[in-house]
């Protein structure tokens, strides 16, 4: 009677061998990123879908749209920086497609497409309408005064976010609850007086 052979797969054992089988599972990431990324935003993909979605619902009024809102359309459960994408992407969709054509390797996300259209500030930029926000924060460590605008700390907030990954839509969506939980403390207060 014959004995089974067992074929036992060969191990990968230097390190040269193991980056070899990670490249190659990288390309096909990165390739399957890219082909889901163009068909997300062909004109019946689904980031234009969802971001015309937004631009009615935004239309309806005010500057958030409810919770409420998102889950009646069944799309509170797509994450919010996906829908603020998707609605940056259709609200500037031509200066994107331009962009995109013009790139030589294309894109995998609307993140990366953002961060790639997103111009340079010059540092110290200001602009008329600062000079009425200005609050005199005191003297700094060369005796003089420092002028803290809203560009200025704006500024240091984008710095901060791009030197930690932190997305910026992240921060923007914790302001507006801020000012919401404001509004609604207030309208609290009224009530209980």
């Given at each position: 009677?014959?004995?089974?052979?067992?074929?036992?797969?060969?191990?990968?054992?230097?390190?040269?061998?193991?980056?070899?089988?990670?490249?190659?599972?990288?390309?096909?990431?990165?390739?399957?990123?890219?082909?889901?990324?163009d068909a997300y935003t062909k004109s019946d993909g689904f980031d234009v879908?969802?971001?015309?979605?937004?631009?009615?619902?935004?239309?309806?009024?005010?500057?958030?749209?409810?919770?409420?809102?998102?889950?009646?359309?069944?799309?509170?459960?797509?994450?919010?920086?996906?829908?603020?994408?998707?609605?940056?992407?259709?609200?500037?969709?031509?200066?994107?497609?331009?962009?995109?054509?013009?790139?030589?390797?294309?894109?995998?996300?609307?993140?990366?497409?953002?961060?790639?259209?997103?111009?340079?500030?010059?540092?110290?930029?200001?602009?008329?309408?600062?000079?009425?926000?200005?609050?005199?924060?005191?003297?700094?460590?060369?005796?003089?005064?420092?002028?803290?605008?809203?560009?200025?700390?704006?500024?240091?907030?984008?710095?901060?976010?791009?030197?930690?990954?932190?997305?910026?839509?992240d921060i923007a969506e914790m302001l507006m609850s801020v000012d919401t939980?404001?509004?609604?403390?207030?309208?609290?207060?009224?009530?209980?007086?």
């Amino acid at each position: 009677m014959k004995t089974p052979t067992t074929t036992a797969k060969p191990v990968i054992n230097t390190l040269e061998e193991i980056g070899a089988v990670i490249g190659k599972e990288w390309k096909a990431i990165t390739k399957g990123d890219k082909v889901r990324f163009d068909a997300y935003t062909k004109s019946d993909g689904f980031d234009v879908k969802l971001g015309k979605l937004m631009v009615e619902l935004k239309a309806e009024g005010g500057d958030r749209i409810s919770s409420q809102r998102l889950k009646d359309c069944s799309i509170n459960s797509v994450d919010k920086r996906r829908r603020a994408e998707a609605l940056w992407f259709v609200e500037n969709e031509v200066e994107c497609r331009e962009f995109i054509a013009k790139s030589k390797r294309g894109f995998t996300s609307l993140t990366a497409l953002q961060k790639a259209m997103k111009p340079a500030k010059p540092e110290a930029e200001t602009t008329e309408g600062d000079t009425e926000d200005k609050s005199n924060v005191g003297p700094n460590t060369e005796g003089e005064t420092i002028v803290v605008t809203k560009q200025l700390v704006f500024d240091h907030l984008v710095a901060v976010c791009k030197a930690n990954d932190i997305n910026l839509l992240d921060i923007a969506e914790m302001l507006m609850s801020v000012d919401t939980v404001s509004e609604a403390e207030a309208e609290e207060t009224k009530v209980a007086a």
